[in-house]
């Protein structure tokens, strides 16, 4: 089973590289055609889509895993053009590329496709209603694929944070280091989640679709979070106890409760992100541990 793992360098394609490999062989590609560790691999521009049509018909996958994006939320407002460009028309382009070829394809998406208002987890079937340009640059990509016919997964994640990359816990750790006293939103829920848990649950889906017709009723769109809920004060708190533990950082500092609005942002975050994974866990047999498992396990990673 051939992949074609588009965005290999970022926080979840770097752990899919790992994740997808016992699966069969993959072409790994980035924007710049280096992996992290300075190796040469294909190079791939969501934005050439010339170039992108090209590589998949050249290397005929079996599955593209689509883990590149534009993830700039705030400035995705200022470029919004191009946002959608990568985030939305690309990936009408690889849908009709894979279709051509009778591949199947994984793309991930966001919270950010909802408007933060709901009360109960977001279900895959509620309403979408982007608040900024990022979330709407996404459901586009969403709406891109399923419209060119290809088979496809599309999976829905949130909060995410690992080892490598620019993400909010390497941000609170960095912090934590050079303060003492960290302002922290507590009136935005969410389930943070591993790049690692979106990873390894990608290659149980992928393994269990691996001879799946066209017509499998399986594909479709699924929410792949980690279980649980917190705010970012609580991700936070929890960050800097675990650091201080494991000696990531010599003292604890302070981590005070803010609210949205004296933490202001260019693109409006949704308040309440938590997704609803039970469609995911019952038709592929998963369970998705808590968020705090999973944080813990990362933790272990970083102070080793």
Same mark, same amino acid.
């Given at each position: 089973?051939?992949?074609?793992? /588009? =965005?290999?360098?970022?926080?979840?394609?770097?752990?899919?590289?790992?994740?997808?490999?016992?699966? =069969?062989?993959? &072409?790994? %590609? *980035?924007?710049?055609?280096?992996?992290? $560790?300075?190796?040469?691999?294909?190079?791939? !521009?969501?934005?050439? !889509?010339?170039?992108?049509?090209?590589?998949?018909?050249?290397?005929?996958?079996?599955?593209?895993?689509?883990?590149?994006? @534009?993830?700039? &939320?705030?400035?995705?407002?200022?470029? +919004?053009?191009?946002?959608?460009?990568?985030?939305?028309?690309?990936?009408?382009?690889?849908?009709?590329?894979?279709?051509?070829?009778?591949?199947?394809?994984?793309?991930? +998406?966001?919270? @950010? &496709?909802?408007?933060?208002? +709901?009360?109960?987890?977001?279900?895959?079937?509620?309403a979408t209603a982007p608040l900024g340009a990022y979330g709407r640059s996404k459901l586009a990509g969403e709406i891109a694929l399923r419209d060119s016919g290809a088979p496809?997964?599309? /999976?829905?994640?949130?909060?995410? @944070?690992?080892?490598?990359?620019?993400?909010?816990?390497?941000?609170?750790?960095?912090?934590?280091?050079?303060?003492?006293? /960290?302002?922290?939103? #507590?009136?935005? %829920? $969410?389930?943070p989640t591993s790049a690692r848990l979106i990873a390894d649950t990608t290659a149980l889906v992928l393994h269990a679709l691996r001879d799946a017709a066209a017509t499998d009723?399986?594909? $479709?769109? @699924?929410?792949? *979070?980690?279980? =649980?809920?917190?705010?970012?004060?609580?991700?936070?708190?929890?960050?800097?106890?675990?650091?201080?533990?494991?000696?990531?950082?010599?003292?604890?500092?302070?981590?005070? #409760?803010?609210?949205? #609005?004296?933490?202001?942002?260019?693109?409006?975050?949704?308040?309440? +992100?938590? /997704?609803? %994974?039970?469609?995911?866990?019952?038709?592929?047999?998963?369970?998705?541990?808590?968020?705090?498992? $999973?944080?813990?396990? &990362?933790?272990?990673?970083?102070?080793?």
């Amino acid at each position: 089973m051939s992949i074609l793992l /588009l =965005g290999a360098d970022g926080q979840v394609g770097f752990e899919l590289h790992r994740a997808l490999a016992p699966l =069969g062989p993959i &072409v790994a %590609t *980035t924007r710049k055609g280096v992996l992290p $560790g300075v190796v040469h691999c294909t190079r791939c !521009d969501l934005d050439d !889509d010339d170039a992108l049509r090209a590589l998949i018909a050249s290397t005929r996958p079996r599955w593209i895993v689509n883990a590149a994006a @534009y993830t700039a &939320v705030d400035r995705a407002e200022d470029e +919004s053009a191009l946002a959608q460009r990568i985030n939305g028309s690309a990936l009408g382009v690889i849908g009709a590329a894979a279709r051509a070829i009778d591949a199947r394809v994984v793309h991930f +998406s966001t919270d @950010y &496709v909802f408007n933060g208002q +709901s009360t109960r987890p977001w279900r895959e079937d509620d309403a979408t209603a982007p608040l900024g340009a990022y979330g709407r640059s996404k459901l586009a990509g969403e709406i891109a694929l399923r419209d060119s016919g290809a088979p496809h997964l599309i /999976l829905r994640t949130a909060w995410v @944070y690992g080892v490598r990359g620019t993400n909010f816990l390497r941000t609170m750790l960095r912090l934590a280091r050079e303060r003492e006293r /960290l302002t922290i939103v #507590a009136d935005q %829920t $969410g389930t943070p989640t591993s790049a690692r848990l979106i990873a390894d649950t990608t290659a149980l889906v992928l393994h269990a679709l691996r001879d799946a017709a066209a017509t499998d009723p399986r594909f $479709g769109t @699924y929410h792949l *979070t980690a279980s =649980g809920h917190t705010t970012w004060h609580g991700f936070a708190s929890r960050i800097v106890d675990h650091a201080h533990t494991a000696g990531l950082i010599e003292r604890r500092p302070e981590v005070a #409760a803010i609210t949205t #609005a004296e933490f202001p942002t260019k693109a409006q975050r949704p308040a309440y +992100s938590v /997704l609803d %994974t039970r469609k995911l866990q019952s038709t592929f047999g998963l369970t998705l541990p808590d968020w705090s498992e $999973g944080l813990a396990r &990362v933790m272990g990673e970083l102070a080793s």
